[in-house]
């Protein structure tokens, strides 16, 4: 069963707490990218990866970090730094980046709640 | 920098309707668009793709065209059905990474 799984679904983080986000696909996607929705809003990308050991900066990439380890996998973690990180987060892989016929699949999302 | 613009917010239409979602860019450089839908509380699922080349495409009831030159597209959605309410995202992608711009969306509601 072919996918991108995150976890956990729902996530509460007491303020000054860097919190980590999972993110798994098995798709043998090359290319990752974590986003941010906030309500009535469009999606923000953070970051992207396009091969392992390599990432970089979105949009709104302050007070947010990520690594590539594995292809499979592209964690994001939320850090003290980011001043208002309550917001869905979605996890997308792509296969073919840089071409027309390329599109994302996405995760099911985390819900991060700042307490 | 790309903007992708999705007016009204909100829809709320009669069951069995036709409606017409629509979307605009302002760089017409793109790769593609592409339309997504969301439920609430759920990730993205892909609707559609048109490639820059590309005028339409269909996939059932569903029908998106591109005007690359103005800056828009259309989502067509024929017949439509209350298992259609959800969100409906816009996006483009404008380089060779396949980063996606998105549009905040249009809220669609069809009552019985």
């Known amino acids: 069963d072919g996918g991108i799984t995150q976890s956990p679904k729902y996530l509460f983080r007491k303020e000054g707490q860097n919190v980590t986000l999972s993110c798994e696909q098995n798709l043998n996607h090359d290319a990752m990218y974590w986003y941010r929705q906030d309500p009535g809003q469009g999606l923000r990308l953070i970051y992207y990866?396009?091969?392992?050991?390599?990432?970089q900066k979105g949009d709104i990439a302050e007070g947010y970090s990520v690594s590539r380890e594995k292809k499979e996998s592209f964690p994001l973690t939320v850090t003290s730094a980011q001043k208002n990180p309550t917001a869905f987060y979605l996890c997308?892989?792509?296969?073919?980046?840089?071409?027309?016929?390329?599109?994302?699949?996405f995760g099911p999302g985390t819900r991060l709640t700042v307490l | 920098k790309q903007e992708v613009t999705q007016i009204p917010a909100a829809l709320s239409v009669p069951e069995g309707e036709n409606l017409v979602l629509n979307c605009s860019f302002t760089?017409?450089?793109?790769?593609?668009l592409q339309w997504f839908r969301q439920d609430p509380g759920k990730g993205l699922t892909s609707l559609l793709l048109?490639?820059?080349?590309?005028r339409e495409q269909t996939s059932g009831r569903l029908n998106a065209s591109l005007d690359k030159s103005s800056g828009r597209s259309t989502l067509y959605i024929a017949a439509s059905q209350p298992g259609d309410s959800a969100t409906y995202l816009c996006?483009?992608?404008?380089?060779?990474?396949?980063?996606?711009?998105f549009g905040k969306g249009i809220t669609l509601s069809v009552r019985p």
């Open positions: 048109i490639q820059s080349s590309q």
């Open positions: 997308a892989s792509s296969p073919l980046p840089g071409t027309v016929t390329d599109t994302q699949y």
């Open positions: 996006a483009v992608t404008t380089g060779a990474n396949s980063k996606l711009t």
């Open positions: 760089d017409s450089a793109i790769y593609n």
């Open positions: 990866s396009q091969i392992v050991n390599d990432f």
